[in-house]
């Protein structure tokens, strides 16, 4: 029988403090993209603009960051 030992050590995740938070859009209707940003306000402005164009109102709206899990000491 074979025995094991466990520890547990408590962890956090934060942003990675050498990356940016970036923000994008896509139109569900017609596959238009929003440029993406650090600043989700910028996109959000776009996708309202592409809305009042072309009468378009879904969107796929990705948030992406790079985490870092470090032991919390």
């Not at 094991?4 to 017609?30: G, M, N, W």
Request: aromatic share 6%; glycine share 4%.
């Amino acid at each position: 029988m074979t025995r094991s030992i466990l520890r547990y050590t408590k962890h956090r995740i934060t942003q990675h403090p050498d990356t940016e938070v970036t923000f994008e859009a896509k139109c569900l209707t017609c596959g238009w993209e929003a440029e993406p940003s650090a600043d989700g306000a910028a996109v959000d402005v776009e996708c309202m603009s592409h809305t009042g164009r072309t009468q378009h109102n879904r969107f796929r709206r990705l948030c992406t960051s790079v985490a870092l899990v470090e032991r919390a000491e």
